[in-house]
């Protein structure tokens, strides 16, 4: 058996699809319990409520970016004074084996 014949171009796959979709569309349409009227103020309202609650988690979502990107600016903040603390100390040392050897 050809592999070739056994598979489904992309064009055919694309076309099904597309044609899926429209009878989707046309037998809900036809089968829909409800007005066209009734239908959109329930989309209406259904989109208001989403578009709240995405403002809302967005909201949320910007207050926890900021807590994170201020515990991080506060962490490099302590590690770069400990790492000043830690040079500073080095630059002691070295000072003091320096004036032991030299001396």
């Known amino acids: ?15 099904a699809f597309f044609m899926g979709a429209i009878a989707g569309t046309i037998a809900g349409i036809l089968l829909a319990p409800k007005s066209g009227e009734e239908t959109r103020r329930e989309l209406k309202g259904y989109a ?11 909201k949320e979502a910007r207050t926890a970016l900021e807590e994170v990107i201020e515990r991080g600016k506060h962490f490099v903040e ?15 040392a070295m000072k003091g084996k320096m004036e032991k050897c030299c001396s």
């Open 78 to 92: 302590e590690k770069r004074a400990d790492a000043e603390a830690a040079i500073k100390a080095g630059k002691e």
């Open 48 to 58: 208001r409520r989403t578009e709240e609650e995405v403002i809302k988690k967005a």
């Open 1 to 15: 058996m050809d592999s070739q014949n056994a598979k489904c171009s992309g064009q055919t796959v694309t076309l």
